[in-house]
């Protein structure tokens, strides 16, 4: 099993930046690939981010320029910096890791607001 636990949610006023954290533990040499997604009210959740145990990584359209994603092996962590937000960035913030074997852990979601 693998547990993944967000942190760093907040509110953040247009154009300002703010990162968030995801700390993983348990059988973490499960993971293949680690992300963040999003779920604004009312809407699909999305992916935004995504890195892979080589360090690929891939992005959405809408936060390319914008947001990184990047990982520090020796804390167990995963990590989003997002940068120059928009209102249109305020959601629901999960982090997300896909297993070897295709099982999906995701963690309970930081709240991200960004004022106008």
């Known amino acids: 099993q693998v547990q993944l636990v967000e942190s760093g949610g907040g509110l953040v006023q247009a154009g300002g930046s703010l990162r968030v954290s995801c700390a993983a533990s348990?059988?973490?040499?499960?993971?293949?690939?680690w992300g963040w997604y999003r779920q604004a009210p009312g809407k699909q959740r999305e992916l935004v981010a995504t890195?892979?145990?080589?360090?690929?990584?891939n992005y959405a359209d809408s936060v390319k320029g914008r947001f990184t994603i990047s990982r520090d092996n020796a804390k167990n962590t995963v990590y989003l910096q997002m940068n120059s937000l928009k209102p249109e960035d305020t959601a629901e913030y999960y982090c997300h890791g896909l297993g070897w074997t295709g099982y999906d852990y995701w963690g309970q979601g930081t709240q991200v607001t960004v004022s106008s």
């Open positions: 890195i892979t145990q080589g360090g690929s990584t």
């Open positions: 348990g059988s973490i040499f499960n993971i293949e690939t």
